[in-house]
Nanobody
């Protein structure tokens, strides 16, 4: 499985961005998908995940109510809609696939995409 993240950019605080992660292969619908981020000088952290059906979602506490993860299995793509962005959301965002959301929630993706940089200015 190959993952390609896109959609990052520069946005002012309070603004919105939507990240996309396109995947290759025919088994996208079998994987739980997630988003992680790594800010400068910090470790990578879990942001959001959803199961293969898209009916169970999990979020880092600090993004609940602001970020929404979703997937389109017909397009082999997972999204992260980010609203009310804050400067502390600045990071490189990565998408990942795993066999179950439990793996993602502890930071264990089986497949990883390259990152896309999100910069939130104050």
């Amino acid at each position: 499985v190959q993952l390609q993240a896109s959609g990052g950019g520069l946005v002012q605080a309070g603004g919105s961005l939507k990240l996309s992660c396109a995947t290759s292969g025919r088994t996208f619908g079998s994987y739980a998908m997630g988003w992680f981020r790594q800010a400068p000088g910090k470790e990578r952290e879990f942001v959001a995940a959803l199961n293969n059906n898209g009916d169970k979602t999990y979020y880092k506490d600090s993004v609940k109510g602001r970020f929404t993860i979703s997937r389109d299995n017909a397009k082999n793509t997972v999204y992260l809609q980010m609203n009310s962005l804050k400067p502390e959301d600045t990071a490189v965002y990565y998408c990942a696939a795993a066999y179950d959301t439990d793996f993602l929630r502890i930071g264990r993706g089986h497949y990883w995409g390259q990152g896309t940089l999100v910069t939130v200015s104050s």
